[in-house]
């Protein structure tokens, strides 16, 4: 059973930076595909980004390219999300998700989930 923890959300204004962990325990990051998913009130979850396991090629939502960048710490078992020139439209909750197969963008695909981390951007 893998849980994951989220950390780092917080209120930061426009243009700022922020950046979220999610820790993982039982197994490594390496061994699995992590992602992350955000959700607004009133809005469907949406991908944002994904490392995939073993080689840890990433993929970005076109909306976040470019100012977010998803990494991982192997040795620390820890996953990461450094979110750069924030918006008021990045505002959402984060969640970091985990599945044992190829990378996806699709929230259904993903086994393993966090309970989400509030990120508030001011303008």
């Known amino acids: 059973q893998v849980q994951l923890v989220e950390s780092g959300g917080g209120l930061v204004q426009t243009g700022g930076s922020l950046r979220l962990s999610c820790a993982t325990s039982?197994?490594?990051?390496?061994?699995?595909?992590a992602a992350w998913f955000r959700q607004a009130p009133g809005k469907e979850r949406e991908f944002v980004a994904a490392?995939?396991?073993?080689?840890?090629?990433?993929f970005y939502a076109d909306s976040v390219k470019g100012r977010f960048t998803i990494f991982r710490d192997d040795a620390k078992t820890t996953g990461y999300l450094q979110m750069n020139s924030l918006k008021p439209e990045d505002t959402a909750v984060y969640y970091c998700?985990?599945?044992?197969?190829?990378?996806?963008?699709?929230?259904?695909?993903?086994?393993?989930w966090g309970r989400g981390t509030q990120v508030t951007i001011s303008s």
């Open positions: 039982g197994r490594t990051f390496r061994g699995f595909t």
């Open positions: 490392i995939s396991r073993n080689y840890g090629t990433t």
């Open positions: 998700a985990a599945r044992d197969g190829l990378a996806s963008t699709r929230d259904n695909d993903y086994n393993y």
